[in-house]
C-alpha cells in the first residue's frame, strides 16, 4: 500500500511559478511512474505530466513550462510549473503506477493523493 501527500499548492498571478511536492510512504518507490493529473471545475481530471525511471512525459499545453521530476532517496516527486496561466487552475493529483510504464490515462493508477489546489489569478 502506499500514501501519496500533495503540498505547494496556493494562489499565484499568472506568470509566477509554484512547485508541488507529492510524498509517498512505503517501499520500492524508485519502481513506480509517478504522475501529475489535475482537474479543474466541472471538468474531467486530466493527465499533466508523468516521469518514470528514465522518461518524462508531459501533456502539450504545459510543455515547456512545466517540468517533473523525483528524488528516490526521499520518495518524492515534484512538478516545477513556471510561467502559469489561468487556465492551469485546478485541484492537482499526485498518482502512483506500480507497473512503472508511466500511463497518460488515469484509471491505470493504482494510488492517489488527496489533490492540492492551485489557483492562478489574471
Known amino acids: 500500500q502506499v500514501q501519496l501527500i500533495e503540498s505547494g499548492g496556493g494562489l499565484v498571478q499568472a506568470g509566477g511559478s509554484l512547485r508541488l511536492s507529492c510524498v509517498a510512504s512505503?517501499?520500492?518507490?524508485?519502481?513506480?511512474?509517478m504522475a501529475w493529473f489535475r482537474q479543474a471545475p466541472g471538468k474531467e481530471r486530466e493527465f499533466v505530466a508523468a516521469?518514470?525511471?528514465?522518461?518524462?512525459i508531459y501533456t502539450d499545453s504545459v510543455k515547456g513550462r512545466f517540468t517533473i521530476s523525483r528524488d528516490n532517496t526521499q520518495n518524492t516527486a515534484y512538478l516545477q510549473m513556471n510561467s502559469l496561466k489561468p487556465e492551469d487552475t485546478a485541484v492537482y493529483y499526485c498518482?502512483?503506477?506500480?507497473?512503472?510504464?508511466?500511463?497518460?490515462?488515469?484509471?491505470?493508477?493504482?494510488?492517489w493523493g488527496q489533490g492540492t489546489q492551485v489557483t492562478v489569478s489574471s
Open positions: 498518482a502512483a503506477d506500480s507497473s512503472g510504464i508511466g500511463w497518460t490515462t488515469l484509471r491505470k493508477y493504482d494510488y
Open positions: 516521469i518514470t525511471w528514465s522518461d518524462t
Open positions: 512505503g517501499r520500492a518507490f524508485s519502481r513506480y511512474a
